[in-house]
């Protein structure tokens, strides 16, 4: 009985040991299985940290792009004010640009081309005139709300439907009889008859270039195929 019994005791001392000997390395596996989670969630909280960080310093580098204003410490985001011009002039905005758009698409489907050369001889033209005004270029564009780089995006479209429809354009006599009698009262003091009817030559053939240039536009628009995204 007692050689049965220790016999009993080493067996179950044998089992215990190789039960324990295979749970050993389950358990250190499980032990390392966790530290990589810890070190993959701290890496994780590490890189949200960091983003928030660079949101924080872009968010007060670039504050004028999200904020136009502060007003007593409360701000006025910049979307407010775009969301404002868009219900005020929203739709003639997009209708100009969309013409900008349908002008230079059929310049270069002509191949016509306007140099920076076109534009820097017409921006001398407008500083000439603006100073026989008593102005200069820099206070008609801040008056206009415009830059520079407007102006010439400006002209680009203008020397551009020009080329396509042509600057030619004849007014008869009588049409400028007819004009110099009904705008009689507009010449000013010491204005010759001949000066006058020059004036009046001129704007007549501005006139009838305008109507030509509306008449083509109103002819892209009508071929063209525009789908509005947005509605004013």
Known sequence: MKVETKTAERTAKKSTSVSASKIQPLSIHLNRFDSHIVLKNKKISGGIGLAIIVIILLAVLFKSVFIAAVVNGEPISRLSVVTALEKQSGKTTLDNLITKKLI?????KRNITVTQNDIDSEIKKITANLQT??????????????????????????????????????????????????????????????????????????QKLQTKIQEFIKNLQDKAKIIRLVSY
């Open 104 to 108: 230079l698409q059929e310049a270069k």
């Open 133 to 206: 005004q008593g102005s200069t270029l820099d206070q008609a564009l801040v008056s206009q709300g415009m830059t520079m780089s407007d102006l010439n995006d400006e002209i680009r479209v203008q020397i551009a439907v020009n080329k396509i429809v042509g600057t030619d354009v004849s007014v008869t006599e009588k049409e400028i009889d007819d004009f110099v009698a009904a705008n009689k009262a507009q010449m000013t003091a010491g204005m010759t008859d001949a000066q006058f009817r020059e004036q009046a030559t001129g704007q007549l053939k501005q």
